[in-house]
């Protein structure tokens, strides 16, 4: 039986290219997001304030190069432990600062908000008034980074001998910032208007300022008034600084003091909190 020869399949023409082609969708440019903007602003508005940025910028940086150039300041004294001048009232001056823009101008940034209807008015937009409170802690503690580094930096440059732990007094700046933010969240969530906001978060500053030696030094406390300092985070944070600046890393116990301080005031300011 003779097969019949199959037919070659004739090959498919290739189809022609489409005379219009569709242009690629260019992917929008990525959008500032919230937090970043609110942030921004925080830090402008800050910048804007003269009083806050003298008290808080510079009158401690000048204090701190004036105690940085001057001889008598920067020699160690036998009434102060062996410290200089200049190495003891470094720690204040950080802690001064810190102190000065958390534990009192957050809470009258704050109060100020909610009393003008800022943060009733922004929970009606997309944007948790959440993201101000951010924002307002994250300008401040920004600043407040900023001056420290700036008051370690320049007596360094100056001639004075840098901290002998820079780790260690890094470690102390950044808990002790934490300790003072939940502070002032504490201060902002039971303050009802702006005056008692400023009110209290003044006389708690003051008390901060003396435990961590501003007015007398640290070294000069009496046993009973350091064991009660050491609890306080200006205290512990002022006596780990002191040791950074020797070299040493803070005890367990410091640490365990300015953790405390920074969890337990930002849990009761978190249940406590009124955004009207």
Do not use: C
């Not at 600043?143 to 420290?148: E, I, K, R, S, W």
């Not at 100056?158 to 700046?173: C, D, E, K, R």
């Not at 039971?190 to 003044?202: D, E, K, Q, Y």
């Not at 920074?262 to 300011?269: C, E, K, L, R």
Request: glycine share 6%; charged share 10%; aromatic share 6%.
């Amino acid at each position: 039986m003779t097969s019949t020869p199959s037919t070659p399949s004739t090959p498919s023409t290739p189809s022609a290219p489409s005379s219009t082609a569709t242009p690629a969708r260019v992917a929008p440019p990525p959008r500032r997001s919230a937090l970043g903007a609110m942030t921004a602003n925080e830090s402008r508005l800050l910048l804007r304030e003269p009083g806050l940025v003298v008290w808080a910028v510079l009158i401690p940086v000048v204090a701190d190069v004036v105690l940085a150039l001057v001889p008598a300041t920067r020699a160690a004294s036998a009434d102060l432990g062996g410290w200089s001048f200049s190495q003891v009232y470094l720690p204040v001056l950080v802690l001064f600062t810190a102190s000065l823009l958390t534990v009192q101008g957050m809470p009258t940034i704050l109060a100020q908000y909610r009393t003008d209807g800022v943060l009733k008015r922004l929970r009606t937009t997309p944007v948790s008034p959440a993201v101000l409170l951010g924002a307002v802690m994250i300008s401040l503690g920004a600043v407040t980074l900023v001056v420290a580094v700036a008051m370690v930096a320049i007596p360094t440059v100056l001639g004075n001998p840098p901290p002998g732990n820079v780790l260690a007094f890094a470690l102390v700046t950044v808990l002790s910032l934490g300790a003072f933010l939940s502070i002032g969240g504490l201060v902002s969530a039971l303050a009802t208007n702006p005056r008692m906001a400023t009110g209290v978060g003044t006389v708690l500053t003051f008390v901060l300022w003396f435990f961590a030696g501003m007015w007398v030094p640290r070294s000069v406390f009496p046993e009973l008034l350091a064991r009660i300092a050491d609890l306080t985070p200006s205290g512990a944070a002022s006596g780990a600084m002191l040791d950074a600046l020797h070299g040493s890393w803070p005890s367990l116990a410091q640490l365990a003091v300015l953790v405390a301080w920074t969890v337990v005031p930002a849990a009761v300011a978190a249940r406590a909190f009124r955004w009207e």
